[in-house]
């Protein structure tokens, strides 16, 4: 159920970019989205979360999520220290989050950190470049959906034994993940051309 909605929302946000005129930065972060969404999700189902094949899958899906909205981020930058702001506070919730994880740490808690850290630099950076931008409503939603996924990679890195959290980050991030990219691609075909 979780992998079906996560596709739909990622197709749905794909193809809504190709049926309008959209940046290239947008459209490559929707099919970084689905290739990351297609890439693991099956991973995770036959061979489970513990698995080293999930592993593979995720670090390597994850790193295209990220690196495609670090992309959205730079592309749309309207001013120069919103990118100095978006590594001020990535550096300190990386900062925090390192000195409050367990210790020995795993791989999965060091990756946790770089992908919430990269998440919050373009979550930031871009939530202060949306007021200049055309695409505003667009730019602030992928904005705060970053921030919200970085605050969950976070805090799963400090909680990844807890059964609660274990639980919400099962649900919460897909239902975000959804609504923004309906959300968005709703947007996106408001924003077509009239004449069409």
Same mark, same amino acid.
């Given at each position: ?5 996560l ?28 290739l ?19 592993a593979a899958?995720? @670090?390597?899906?994850a #790193?295209?999520?990220? %690196?495609? *909205? =670090?992309?959205? $981020?730079?592309?749309? /930058? +309207?001013?120069r ?26 791989? @999965?808690?060091?990756? #946790?950190l770089?992908? %919430?850290? *990269? =998440?919050?630099? $373009?979550?930031?950076? /871009? +939530?202060?470049?949306?007021a200049?931008?055309?695409r505003?409503?667009?730019?602030l ?9 970085a605050s ?15 639980? =919400?980050?099962?649900?919460?991030p ?23």
């Amino acid at each position: 159920m979780r992998f079906t909605a996560l596709l739909l929302a990622s197709v749905w946000a794909l193809g809504a970019s190709l049926a309008v005129p959209c940046p290239k930065s947008l459209r490559i972060y929707f099919a970084g989205n689905l290739l990351y969404t297609a890439a693991t999700q099956p991973f995770l189902y036959w061979f489970g979360e513990t698995s080293l094949a999930y592993a593979a899958a995720y @670090y390597i899906g994850a #790193s295209i999520h990220f %690196g495609a *909205a =670090l992309n959205v $981020a730079r592309s749309e /930058l +309207a001013r120069r220290w919103h990118l100095a702001l978006g590594v001020i506070v990535a550096a300190a919730v990386v900062v925090r989050a390192f000195y409050g994880m367990p210790r020995p740490m795993r791989s @999965y808690h060091l990756f #946790s950190l770089a992908e %919430g850290g *990269a =998440l919050a630099l $373009a979550g930031t950076a /871009l +939530a202060f470049s949306a007021a200049w931008n055309r695409r505003k409503s667009i730019m602030l939603a992928l904005s705060f959906l970053w921030l919200a996924l970085a605050s969950f990679r976070l805090g799963f890195g400090l909680n990844a034994t807890h059964e609660t959290w274990l639980r =919400l980050n099962e649900v919460l991030p897909t239902v975000f993940v959804c609504g923004a990219l309906g959300w968005i691609g709703m947007k996106i075909l408001e924003a077509r051309p009239q004449n069409e």
